[in-house]
């Protein structure tokens, strides 16, 4: 029995190095995994420009970094509307709203959102379109998607970014903000996929306004909102907010910016 016992362990030291760590901490194994993860990408439909675009990703030390120093959402509210600039997106907000009238009334008349929470969003995210971020879009899933940390998250969002590669939305190229996010209202890959939309029904282009505006408020029907209904807590259309964002002080300054924009 000893010996079978001594058998079986020198058979499992053996057999180790052929399974790779199903994520890491660091980046010195990310190239390899990276290659391993092609064989499951390819599984799950991504093509031959989604995986061509995977094999030129590197690890994004920026993006870890960014990942671990998230501390605004810890906030009160009032702190947190602060640091955030609230005023300052409210009065742009309603110069905004003032002059794409026409873009707003035809976003609301097809998706039944209006202006108020869409123009906090587009704030907040990337102060109007002016702060979309400068990091690669497809390393920075990717790090993530190899980082123990969130890994099976990320991976649904690497899948969604490779084959929006294959179908032209995205390049290896593109790029955003540190955690993947793309376009003027810092959507994830899997949310251009699930809620992308054009205003124009062409192309979608979430670094143009109306593409990015548009998607937000299909995205926010999606998460039940209802035409009419209010959007402050304990309203029926808080609840599309929340799916916007799961921070609580994140949510509470949307309401109160939104319906400082829209007047209310």
């Known amino acids: 029995m000893r010996r079978i016992v001594l058998c079986l362990a020198l058979m499992l030291g053996l057999s180790a190095p052929v399974?790779?760590?199903s994520c890491g901490k660091t980046g010195a194994g990310f190239e390899a995994w990276k290659q391993k993860y092609a064989a499951e990408a390819q599984a799950q439909g991504v093509g031959a420009k989604g995986l061509a675009a995977l094999e030129r990703t590197?690890?994004?030390?920026?993006?870890?970094?960014?990942?671990?120093?998230?501390?605004?959402?810890?906030?009160?509210?009032?702190?947190?509307?602060?640091?955030?600039?609230?005023?300052?997106?409210?009065?742009?907000?309603?110069?905004?709203?003032?002059q794409n009238a026409k873009l707003f009334k035809q976003i609301e008349k097809?998706?039944?959102?209006?202006?108020?929470?869409?123009?906090a969003i587009w704030g907040?995210?990337?102060?109007?379109?002016?702060?979309?971020?400068?990091?690669n879009t497809l390393s920075?899933?990717?790090?993530l998607a190899y980082d123990c940390r969130r890994p099976d998250f990320f991976r649904e969002q690497l899948i969604s970014a490779l084959i929006?590669?294959?179908?032209?939305?995205?390049?290896?190229?593109?790029?955003?903000?540190?955690?993947?996010?793309?376009?003027?209202?810092?959507?994830?890959?899997?949310?251009?996929?699930?809620y992308g939309a054009s205003i124009d029904g062409g192309g979608i282009n979430l670094n143009q306004k109306?593409?990015?505006?548009?998607?937000?408020?299909?995205?926010?029907?999606?998460?039940?909102?209802?035409?009419?209904?209010?959007?402050q807590p304990g309203q029926p259309n808080f609840v599309a907010l929340q799916g916007w964002n799961a921070?609580?002080?994140?949510?509470?300054?949307?309401?109160?910016?939104?319906s400082e924009i829209d007047g209310n």
């Open 19 to 21: 399974f790779a760590a």
């Open 58 to 98: 590197s690890y994004a030390t920026a993006t870890i970094k960014a990942d671990r120093s998230q501390h605004s959402f810890k906030l009160g509210l009032d702190a947190f509307m602060q640091k955030r600039g609230s005023a300052t997106i409210v009065s742009q907000g309603r110069r905004l709203k003032a």
């Open 110 to 119: 097809r998706y039944g959102v209006p202006p108020g929470p869409l123009i």
């Open 124 to 135: 907040m995210e990337t102060a109007f379109g002016n702060y979309m971020g400068h990091q």
């Open 140 to 143: 920075a899933v990717a790090t």
């Open 164 to 194: 929006l590669v294959d179908r032209g939305v995205l390049s290896s190229s593109s790029t955003g903000a540190m955690h993947g996010e793309v376009g003027q209202t810092q959507f994830l890959p899997k949310n251009v996929l699930q």
């Open 210 to 231: 109306a593409d990015a505006l548009a998607s937000t408020a299909n995205f926010l029907r999606a998460h039940g909102w209802r035409p009419g209904a209010g959007y």
């Open 247 to 258: 921070a609580s002080v994140y949510q509470q300054a949307l309401a109160i910016m939104g």
